[in-house]
């Protein structure tokens, strides 16, 4: 199995934490997605990675659709609870997580514009989404040490991608110093190997994207 992931990327950073988590051996295949000479788009008709490369040849895309693929085909351990209630809570988490990461993509290559040809407007709406996710998911965890129930899982795999992600990309927004409860359960997970050693960090993209 080999999976194609980016450094910056938080949605192959879920996908590399459960790969880990559920001690699947792969191989990363690290790309720039947004350069043209990038492979994803012979994998994903959608052109966006993580794609996940399956050794009969067939390919796995999407984040949360990857994790629900490797969560039916390597059940142990499990990412998801055991309830209802719980598997709810955590994909809550997930759709949480991935709209802060797409509105700060939006927002990324908004400010590589020149500034005459940037939306402000546009800017902010992105902006609002990124505050009210991240006030939601500080509001959904509260003090506990994982976001849903007593054992680390996939609402603990989004929210700690979507926050190391805002490190990257926006740090002058200072989550951890809003948000003290969540900088402490963010430094808890980091405590994790699958967590600590898929820690994000820009790529130089070479091509004009926007
Ligand atoms: N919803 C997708 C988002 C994936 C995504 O936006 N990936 C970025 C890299 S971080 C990408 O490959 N973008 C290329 C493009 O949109 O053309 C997922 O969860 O996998």
Redesign the pocket.
Known sequence: MKLIS?T?????RKVRIALAEKGIPFELLTEI??NENTT?PQHNPL????VLLLDDGSTV????YILEFLERRYPDPPLLPADDDGILAAKRLDVLA?GIC?AV?LVFFERLRPEAHRSLPWMDRQLRKVFGGVAEIARLIGDRRYAVGDRFGLGDIAAASALGYLEVRFKEFGWRRQYPALSRYMDGLMQRPSVRDTVPYPQAISSAVV
């Not at 052109?47 to 993580?50: G, H, I, R, V």
């Open positions: 980016a910056p990327s938080p949605y192959a997605p947004w994803v052109e966006k990675l993580p895309y999407e984040s949360s991935n797409d993509v």
